[in-house]
């Protein structure tokens, strides 16, 4: 999988509103697509791509009339609202597009809806939840954006997204392609999470003294720009029209929360790009699934709830996090303990579900990752008990299925409080072998909160942890 | 025999594998584990494949020769097996004991014994190959040489 942003702008604004002094271009509710579509020659493309003319309806994430649009091409995100700014807007728009089974046009209107696959037994063969896609839409949409996909049967699919950024008075401009080259070659400061994204953007600016906040979390675009994407970039410096070229970001309100789902939304699509760990120089999706976009828009899209820990820099002083790994098999036991030591965590291991339960009696885990099948008692009805002591705050229903609670630390646990206190919702990832008996519903309906395939892959266990570790 | 040369074979024999169906992407995975600080990774998870598959082939035998057989008990050997074979990439393994679990399933004897036949048959192929793979990796080491993982994209 792959992407790629350009940028484009409109030569020509058209009437503001007259609330000049609101500078929020997110209004959740003007981000919406509405009926009166823009067609592309309103839009000023820098980086435009060759169609080929066809009368598929695109899929847009909502119930407005269709566009046609082009089928089995790669897109620009040409259609869409443009919110209505005082000052000068553009276009971020970026296109993360695979070359895997694609998705037929059947399943595209209700390709963005929550928990929808493109078929019913898709969860069983790729895995995923069918929210990954819903996920990426509500999020693009609330940051006044919109988001479509392009697709061909066989050949891959395209999804794209558009965000409105307001481009500010000053700058530091630099058009230099030796600029975007030197970019390209650094790891860019990652740290800054919260303040000044796309503060003076690194794709159009070269490199200012402050810190690039080009928001991507631990991706490193070296590894993820191609030369041709380096190119467009220095395109599009050198096409803006606007002599201020560097971006700040117009919505005040809600700031941290934008730079949060901005940076995880960018982070999903790159977090596909496999060639994020340290350890592998020729590492590729080697899972065996196709690369379906269902599959990776839902994988990716399901880190982008993960906040910091997407930073490559966490603080020394973060205790390790305690995970219990639940499995019978030796080999997997083996294989996922290394996987995890690459990760740098270690884990605890037990073999079936009453000594997951007896485990997490005992201590605190801050991730279980349950497999399913096991002897004496399987992961699903551990679950069940474990969150039973969740909500109850007792293990009555431990005892009841014949584990006797160990006293004192059953104490300990409790640390002196009542019962009725809140007991933190422990991650439980169901590892399954696709078998009909392990469906996702079965998993949901006991208690778990997602499931891995197996076999397990790194790619699988890296995004879990991503996802379920803080 | 030159480190460069046990090296180019090394890379040859390990696509073949990969060509012929004897391993899938799940093995690449092992190999991405291996590095220094885990340098014989993967001999340690074959090996250690090697001596649960024998104990659970003998156990199918042992189940599927008796009177009555206990299916519940044969599926379960078979899905340790399947799971095991899947987590190292030995795929026509894995794809042996799937259809010896619809057998299973049936309560069919004869197509149970079958199947078991034939696991035990791919079974033993995987397990030379990946003996004489480790041998060579070995030898390579031995001699000096580093793998050549990076070669295998293909």
């Known amino acids: ?470 | 025999m030159e480190v460069v040369q046990m090296q180019r074979a090394w890379v040859e024999y390990t696509k073949s594998l990969f060509r012929e169906g004897f391993l899938d992407a799940q093995f690449q995975q092992l190999q991405l584990l291996q590095d220094e600080s885990n340098p014989d990774f993967v001999a340690e998870v074959v090996s250690l494949f090697f001596e649960d598959s024998e104990r659970l082939l003998s156990d199918l035998t042992f189940a599927l020769e008796q009177q009555s057989v206990d299916f519940k008990k044969v599926d379960a050997h078979v899905h340790q097996l399947k799971g095991s074979s899947s987590s190292i990439g030995a795929q026509r393994v894995k794809n042996d004991c799937i259809a010896f679990r619809s057998f299973c399933e049936e309560q069919n004897v004869e197509g149970c014994q079958r199947c078991l036949q034939q696991v035990k048959q791919d079974y033993s192929l995987v397990k030379s190959k990946l003996e004489a793979l480790i041998r060579l990796e070995q030898q390579i080491v031995a001699a000096g040489g580093s793998i050549p993982m990076e070669e295998l994209s293909f």
């Not at chain 1, 000068?88 to 695979?98: A, E």
């Not at chain 1, 928990?115 to 037994?121: E, F, L, P, T």
């Not at chain 1, 397990?456 to 890296?462: A, E, G, L, S, Y």
């Open chain 1, 1 to 470: 999988m792959s992407y790629r942003i350009h940028v484009y702008g409109k030569a020509e604004r058209k009437h503001q509103k007259s609330s000049a002094d609101q500078s929020t271009t997110n209004e959740p509710k003007e981000g919406k697509p509405t009926s009166s579509s823009r067609s592309s020659s309103d839009r000023k493309s820098f980086h435009s791509t060759k169609y080929s003319e066809g009368p598929y309806p695109n899929h847009l994430p909502s119930n407005e009339p269709q566009t046609p649009v082009k089928n089995g091409n790669t897109m620009d995100g040409d259609q869409g609202e443009e919110p209505e700014v005082p000052g000068t807007t553009v276009w971020l728009c970026c296109d993360v597009y695979d070359t895997g089974i694609g998705i037929p046009d059947n399943a595209l209107p209700t390709l963005f809806k929550k928990y929808m696959q493109v078929s019913a037994d898709h969860a069983r063969k790729y895995g995923g939840t069918g929210l990954g896609l819903a996920i990426c839409k509500q999020l693009v949409e609330l940051m006044g954006g919109r988001l479509t996909v392009s697709s061909k049967v066989k050949c891959g699919s395209t999804f794209t997204f558009v965000l409105p950024y307001k481009v500010s008075s000053t700058c530091d401009s630099s058009d230099d392609p030796d600029d975007l080259s030197e970019m390209a070659d650094n790891d860019a400061p990652l740290e800054d999470e919260t303040a000044g994204f796309f503060h003076n953007s690194p794709i159009l600016n070269g490199f200012s003294e402050d810190s690039c906040s080009f928001p991507s979390g631990n991706v490193r675009l070296k590894e993820t720009t191609s030369v041709e994407d380096a190119c467009s970039m220095v395109e599009v410096a050198e096409t803006l029209s606007e002599p201020e070229s560097s971006f700040s970001h117009s919505p005040d309100r809600d700031n941290e929360n934008v730079v949060c789902r901005r940076k995880q939304c960018l982070d999903d699509t790159k977090s596909k790009i496999p060639n994020g760990t340290k350890n592998c120089n020729n590492h590729k999706e080697v899972s065996g699934d196709p690369p379906g976009s269902c599959q990776e828009q839902e994988k990716s899209a399901t880190s982008s709830q993960c906040t910091s820990s997407s930073i490559p820099q966490e603080p020394e002083s973060k205790p390790k996090p305690k995970i219990l790994l639940v499995e019978d098999n030796k080999i997997n036991v083996m294989v996922t303990k290394s996987m995890m030591k690459q990760l740098g965590h270690t884990m605890d291991v037990v073999n079936n579900g009453v000594e997951a339960v007896r485990a997490v009696q005992s201590c605190s885990y801050d991730l279980i990752l349950m497999d399913v099948c096991m002897p004496v008692m399987n992961g699903l009805q551990a679950t069940q008990l474990i969150r039973s002591f969740e909500e109850t705050g007792n293990w009555d229903a431990a005892f009841k299925a014949g584990i006797e609670p160990c006293a004192p630390s059953s104490a300990s646990v409790l640390d002196g409080q009542s019962s009725i206190h809140y007991h933190k919702r422990i991650p439980i990832i169901a590892m399954t072998a696709n078998a009909l008996s392990e469906s996702a519903e079965e998993c949901y309906a006991n208690g778990m909160d997602s499931f891995v395939s197996k076999p397990v892959t790194f790619q699988k266990i890296k995004e879990c942890l991503e996802q379920y570790l803080p």
